[in-house]
T-cell receptor
Framework: GAVVSQHPSWVICKSGTSVKIECRSL??????MFWYRQFPKQSLMLMAT?????????EQGVEKDKFLINHASLTLSTLTVTSAHPEDSSFYIC???????????FGPGTRLTVL | SQELEQSPQSLIVQEGKNLTINCTSS?????LYWYKQKYGEGLIFLMM?????EEKSHEKITAKLDEKKQQSSLHITASQPSHAGIYLC????????????FGQGTRLTINP
């Protein structure tokens, strides 16, 4: 199946700093990517839909100024957590949809820890 | 909004036994996905079902979507330790919307 990568796989940062997470579709083009957040022992919660060449669509309750999303190309979307705080510590997972098959493939996730 | 209810929330079975995980919605399911996740890792795509009554199998895992497209089941035959993990069902909240809502997951443990 199609492969989606994320970088970094884990990151530790100080409170107040910004962190960028990359999501790449390695062998297919994705006009739409999705960013999810997962807390321990909980399911995935959709944060936003990332559209190539246009603004992201955020889910209700997600601060767009805090979680900046950029979908610069058909294979790359980035999520920047700005002015991170300990409550932003979580597991962030991206997904991309393989258009011909219409299957969503997920990245391996990025564990963010804010001290 | 669409809510997906998975049952059971956790399951412990003896190696070699069969098991079934259910995913139920009060609304019609569009693009029903099954994924497997190991703790702290990403989701591994298992199967996608779209048509009422559809059934797909891969190795020892079979997924079904009922005729009304409101319930899906995942059945594992002759379970093995490699089947252990968290199983998640996800579905498009609106037909064609692409974004997925997920059930709370089923934690599967296989005892040798």
């Amino acid at each position: 199946g199609a492969v989606v990568s994320q970088h970094p796989s884990w990151v530790i940062c100080k409170s107040g700093t910004s962190v960028k997470i990359e999501c790449r579709s390695l062998d297919f083009q994705a006009t739409t990517m999705f960013w999810y957040r997962q807390f321990p022992k909980q399911s995935l919660m959709l944060m936003a839909t990332s559209n190539e060449g246009s603004k992201a669509t955020y889910e209700q309750g997600v601060e767009k100024d805090k979680f900046l999303i950029n979908h610069a190309s058909l294979t790359l979307s980035t999520l920047t957590v700005t002015s991170a705080h300990p409550e932003d510590s979580s597991f962030y997972i991206c997904s991309a949809r393989d258009s011909p098959i219409y299957t969503q493939y997920f990245g391996p996730g990025t564990r963010l820890t804010v001290l | 909004s669409q809510e997906l209810e998975q049952s059971p929330q956790s399951l412990i079975v003896q190696e070699g036994k069969n098991l079934t995980i259910n995913c139920t919605s009060s609304k019609t399911l569009y693009g029903l996905y099954w994924y497997k996740q190991k703790y702290g890792e990403g989701l591994i795509f298992l199967m996608m079902l779209q048509k009422g009554g559809e059934e797909k199998s891969h190795e020892k895992i079979t997924a079904k979507l009922d005729e009304k497209k409101q319930q899906s089941s995942l059945h594992i035959t002759a379970s093995q330790p490699s089947h252990a993990g968290i199983y998640l069902c996800g579905a498009e909240s609106i037909q064609g919307a692409q974004k997925l809502v997920f059930g709370q997951g089923t934690r599967l443990t296989i005892n040798p």
